[in-house]
Each structure stands twice: as C-alpha cells, then as structure tokens.
C-alpha cells in the first residue's frame, strides 16, 4: 500500500514569522563602578577570596596562581586589566573560575551582582568608538539605559594582554 501524500509543504505560520531568539544566561560582575556580563556558561565555579601564591616577574595583570583541588590556575586581576589599577580584595570580591577554550583561569571581580537572563536580541553590539581597534574585548551591551552591562569576550581579553605583555617586554605570546 502507498503512502499518502501531503499536499502541503509549507510549515504552519506561527513557524514562519517566529524568529529564533533563544535565552541567554549571563553572570554580571562589578569592577570598579562599571558592570560586565560573561556568558554563564564559561563560568564553572564561584569562590570567595583565596590564598593566591604570587609569581615572580608574572605580567602586571596576572595576580599570580590558586591551588583548587590539585590544579594550579592562574588568577587575573580584572580591575588591573580593566582600570589600571590594584586594589586588596574586600570581603565581596569573588574568583570566577572560567573556561577559556581548554583552559581553566580564575578572574578576580570585585562582586558578583547576579545571574541574568535576556534575549540574545537584547544584546546590542558595542558602540564603534569602543570596540574595533582599542578594545575588542567588548562585544556587547545588556541591561537598562540606567544600568548598562558591557559583555565581555574573555577569551580576546587575555590574548590582547598576552600578547600586549609580550611585545613589552620582547618576548613571545
């Protein structure tokens, strides 16, 4: 016995006019004043201040190495990279532990504000003037007018520093 057939090969409208726009998680973070977003998906764990063993002639953003659980990782000092400058952590400061590509780096944040959820069509790119050339970590703004989130590409972050670092002191990235 055949199959029938269908007649129509046109899905149902409700398919054809909703566009994907799938929820995104982001961890938000303050540094300094500002606010960042990273996607909560790099982020494997969050932990309080920890004894950190410094790393002689480490780059200025690289605070130096956190012993978890057998697994040395190196902790940077996002306020360093982002601001310029160093502060004691406070009681509110956190590490993020996070994967960047097969890597495992704690990032020092001054708080931990909350988990977001948004749209992925609610993250607007970043203005020209600040991502192109001088800072291409920052890929994209969240949040309110009020209370602007940037989204920051972890990832480029550290090899622009990385790499910036090498061309310093005439090494090799």
Do not use: W
């Amino acid at each position: 016995m055949r199959e029938p057939v269908t007649l129509s090969t046109r899905r149902p409208r409700s398919e054809d006019t909703a566009p994907r726009d799938p929820i995104v998680q982001l961890c938000c973070f303050a540094v300094g004043k500002e606010e960042y977003v990273v996607d909560i998906m790099r982020v494997e764990e969050i932990l309080p201040p920890q004894n950190i063993i410094p790393v002689p002639h480490a780059p200025a953003f690289v605070e130096g190495m956190l012993h978890l659980r057998g697994i040395l990782l190196p902790v940077v000092d996002l306020r360093q990279r982002l601001n310029g400058t160093r502060e004691p952590p406070t009681s509110k400061a956190r590490l993020l532990v996070c994967l960047v590509g097969r890597r495992r780096v704690a990032l020092r944040v001054d708080r931990v504000t909350e988990v977001m959820r948004v749209r992925r069509s609610e993250i607007k790119p970043a203005p020209a003037l600040l991502s192109p050339g001088r800072q291409p970590f920052l890929v994209g703004v969240c949040g309110t007018p009020e209370r602007p989130r940037m989204l920051l590409d972890i990832k480029v972050l550290l090899r622009a520093e990385v790499e910036r670092e090498s061309k310093r002191t005439g090494g090799e990235a």
